[in-house]
């Protein structure tokens, strides 16, 4: 199976900064990557697929980038919104995994 | 509007079995994969189980396995998890997932677009 490491676990930052989240895969899983948002009471979120492809709806303050076993979700000039857990997950095979999250938490 | 409506969770005895049950609308459930994915407390996000939109195809993690059983009913458009032999690991919330996502022109299988609101599941004696 392949393994998903995502950095760091948590992250502090003030709205208008821009924050960037790692994902690395343990084995190359090309470009099937996607990034999730978790908020308290709402349903998870998909913000982007495909590495680097922003769902429809997704705000263009965020981006992903990598291919093969690095990936990164960046985002710009936060906002009060933005403050939630992120996942990445992989599904390069037919048994998909998870990253174990990051924590983007108001300084 | 796409939605996922999980029921059937609760407080459950080890050894014992659950059957959890998602109702699906807003879209055509018999063209998409399905899955179901958990989260214990505290804890991330784990994929569970997949089936494919016709139901040939299954998959599931490691530790689940000969103990746990996704299907679907394309005619209710309701996906289903029948879990035996529960183990206190298994406590978590699960969330039903739609498993593909279509953007107009491709599937994107194992991109999921929409999930449920989640079902909570403990297992304790």
């Known amino acids: 199976d392949v393994q998903m490491t995502q950095s760091p676990s948590y992250l502090a930052a003030s709205p208008g900064e821009s924050v960037s989240i790692s994902c690395k895969a343990s084995?190359?899983?090309?470009?099937?990557l996607a990034w999730y948002q978790e908020k308290p009471g709402k349903a998870n979120k998909l913000l982007i697929h495909?590495?680097?492809t922003l769902q429809s709806g997704t705000p263009s303050r965020f981006s992903g980038s990598g291919s093969g076993t690095d990936f990164t979700l960046t985002i710009r000039s936060l906002e009060s919104e933005d403050f939630a857990v992120y996942y990445c997950q992989q599904y390069n095979e037919s048994t998909w995994t998870f990253g174990g999250g990051t924590k983007l938490e108001l300084k | 509007e796409v939605q996922l409506v999980e029921s059937g969770g609760g407080l459950v005895q080890p050894g014992r079995s659950m059957k959890l049950s998602c109702a699906a609308s807003g879209f055509t459930f018999s063209n998409y994969g399905m899955a179901w994915v958990r989260q214990a407390p505290t804890k991330g996000l784990e994929w569970v189980a997949t089936?494919?939109?016709?139901?040939?195809?299954?998959y599931y993690r490691d530790s689940v396995k000969g103990r746990f059983t996704i299907s679907r009913d394309n005619a209710k458009s309701t996906l289903y998890l029948q879990m035996n032999s529960l183990r206190s690991e298994d406590t978590a919330t699960y969330y039903c997932?739609?498993?593909?996502?279509?953007?107009?022109?491709?599937?994107?299988?194992?991109?999921?677009?929409?999930w449920g609101q989640g079902a909570s599941v403990t297992v304790s004696s």
């Open positions: 997932t739609r498993g593909d996502y279509y953007d107009g022109t491709h599937y994107y299988a194992g991109v999921m677009d929409a």
């Open positions: 495909s590495g680097s």
């Open positions: 089936i494919s939109y016709d139901g040939s195809s299954t």
């Open positions: 084995k190359s899983i090309s470009n099937n």
